[in-house]
């Protein structure tokens, strides 16, 4: 599998040299070769990176797309393994290092480089989804006394080991204080001799702190168009920078998992297709285990009406429709509820204003579905397509008006759910639809047969 041969042209019948499959990676982009090594098994995956030139390797490594990259590396020999590291962006080397166990941290960090060794003791320090995880220490950064041509120069220097050279950063010589950002553009169309002061443009930088959310830095991208943000101390200083390349991967990854939520699952950190079996009915049984104990309060519920469906079957024809009313509308409210928030559009304190927005708006969607169940009810006993009885207006009525109150109850439920969760310090994705739709379902049949007792009490019950 490891050798390619390719014929030298149509009239001459020799090959050429056999390439192997390192060597034809190291030949196309970064992106194609982690596309077809993500399709490897992880052994072949190891092999082929150790035969691959090291400039090239580094490169698909660097890449988050790669799939396995700390196995991958954790598979290679110790010295290549750490040549590789060093030669890494920093950030990508502690995203690395969160995977590695304890015991392959303590074999691949000696004999790092001295500059790597300390960014990662510096940004392994900081939790997961903050600026500080995800920042390098990889920029550009002058002193105020600089000119541009001085900065050019530095640029000219350390240009292959900084991770962006797009933003200069400039700090006061004594305090290393930032002081202000400059934009390649604006330096490289100064005049030569023009202080690096001058150059940028006279306002505040736009800051973070390392314990920033990531969803706060990602805003924060969002609103002032930012290709990098520094990250700063308490003291104001520098200590790194988020690029909006990391940005990206990061909500990436979020949306992922929040989609998933939605679904009522766990999230995996595997592409589909390399979850193992057993992983995947971890991921999946354990909701499915809460959402099945709490449909069993749906059961509760009809048998505490048994007496009712018994004098009345007719009702059991529209407990499917009830319900999926119910935990539709319930979905709806969830997923933008959620939306709303992630996005900052609502605070916490913001409840009540969404819980008098939803009631009405529950109101006039469930008369509306409302309206739609009777018509149907209707229709299907004049034309003769089925008899519900000689109490069929009021069977109608109960339908339509429980479909009022359950869609109502629905929408109220589920935009409320999402500030409960954030209230509690969860997730707000993890109220998932599936939960949303459990809830609504048991109390919307509480719903349906109470209203059924008022409407058909001394009819049909």
């Known amino acids: 599998m490891n050798d390619l041969r390719f014929p030298t042209g149509?009239?001459?019948?020799?090959?050429?040299?056999?390439?192997?499959?390192?060597?034809?990676?190291?030949?196309?982009?970064?992106?194609?070769?982690?596309?077809?090594l993500n399709e490897l098994e992880l052994s072949e995956s190891i092999e082929i990176l150790a035969d691959m030139p090291h400039e090239h390797a580094v490169l698909i490594l660097d890449q988050p797309e790669l799939h396995d990259a700390a196995s991958i590396i954790?598979?290679?020999p110790a010295e290549t393994a750490r040549q590789l590291l060093d030669a890494m962006s920093i950030d990508r080397v502690t995203d690395i290092f969160h995977e590695f166990d304890t015991e392959t941290r303590a074999r691949l960090v000696v004999g790092l480089g001295p500059e790597t060794t300390a960014a990662l003791r510096?940004?392994?320090?900081?939790?997961?989804h903050t600026a500080g995880s995800l920042m390098t220490t990889e920029f550009v950064s002058v002193p105020s006394t600089w000119t541009a041509a001085q900065t050019l120069q530095h640029i000219r220097e350390v240009e292959r080991s900084r991770e962006t050279i797009y933003a200069i950063y400039v700090t006061d010589p004594a305090t290393k204080n930032l002081l202000r950002v400059?934009?390649?553009?604006?330096?490289?169309?100064s005049e030569p001799d023009a202080s690096i002061m001058s150059v940028g443009r006279d306002v505040a930088p736009v800051t973070v702190a390392p314990l920033t959310d990531q969803e706060d830095v990602a805003r924060l991208f969002r609103k002032h168009d930012l290709l990098a943000v520094p990250v700063v101390n308490d003291s104001d200083q520098i200590i790194g920078i988020v690029t909006v390349d990391d940005v990206i991967d990061a909500m990436t990854q979020e949306m992922t998992e929040d989609t998933l939520k939605f679904g009522g699952m766990e999230a995996p950190n595997k592409p589909y297709m390399q979850i193992g079996f057993v992983q995947m009915l971890r991921k999946r049984a354990g909701w499915l285990g809460v959402l099945f104990l709490s449909e069993m309060l749906t059961a509760s519920a009809m048998q505490h009406f048994e007496g009712e469906l018994e004098k009345a079957v007719v009702l059991t024809l529209f407990i499917p429709l009830i319900m999926s009313s119910g935990g539709?509308?319930?979905?709806?409210?969830?997923s933008l509820l959620i939306r709303a928030l992630a996005l900052q559009e609502l605070r916490?304190?913001?409840?009540w204003r969404v819980a008098l927005r939803e009631i009405p708006t529950g109101l006039v969607l469930g008369s509306f579905l409302g309206l739609i169940g009777v018509v149907r009810i209707t229709t299907w006993q004049m034309l003769g397509?089925?008899?519900?009885?000689?109490?069929w207006p009021l069977v109608a009525a109960t339908v339509g008006t429980a479909l009022v109150g359950i869609v109502t109850f629905g929408s109220l439920a589920g935009s409320m759910l999402p500030f409960a969760m954030q209230k509690l310090g969860f997730d707000p994705a993890s109220a998932s639809a599936p939960f949303v739709a459990t809830l609504v379902d048991v109390t919307g049949l509480v719903i349906y047969f109470s209203i059924a007792l008022i409407i058909l009490s001394g009819t049909l019950l």
């Open 122 to 128: 510096k940004l392994l320090r900081y939790p997961p």
């Open 348 to 351: 916490l304190k913001d409840w």
């Open 74 to 76: 954790k598979g290679l």
């Open 385 to 391: 397509l089925y008899d519900y009885g000689q109490h």
């Open 328 to 334: 539709n509308s319930g979905s709806q409210a969830t």
């Open 182 to 189: 400059v934009t390649l553009r604006r330096l490289i169309t």
């Open 10 to 36: 149509a009239d001459n019948a020799e090959l050429a040299p056999v390439l192997t499959l390192a060597e034809q990676l190291a030949t196309m982009h970064a992106a194609d070769a982690i596309e077809l």
